[in-house]
């Protein structure tokens, strides 16, 4: 908590710190496949599985989490194309 008040009261270059995010840009930048997808990709099949063979109550938290990981990947390619046009030649 103390990093979003000190982001809340920061102006001009300390501003843009808390911008960073180290995750994302570490996938973004990786040539093989980064062990943030291999991690995904492995948690996403656990799910799949509860949701065919779990109970009703994990059948829903893990429907939740698999929309939140699919939303996650979304973005995570949304970002690698406007990063692939940022680099683009004009």
Known sequence: MKSVA???????ADDIEWRHFPVFEETLTAEPPA???????????LLNELMI???EAEKVRAKSAMTAYGR???????????RDRASEPK
Not at 36 to 41: A, D, G, P, T
Not at 72 to 82: G, H, I, P, T, Y
Request: aromatic residues 0%; proline residues 3%; charged residues 25%.
């Open 35 to 45: 062990p943030l997808l291999v991690k995904v990709e492995k948690t996403c099949r």
């Open 72 to 82: 996650s990947l979304d973005l995570l390619r949304l970002l690698a194309e406007v």
């Open 53 to 55: 063979s779990g109970s």
């Open 6 to 12: 000190k982001a809340q009261t920061s102006s001009g």
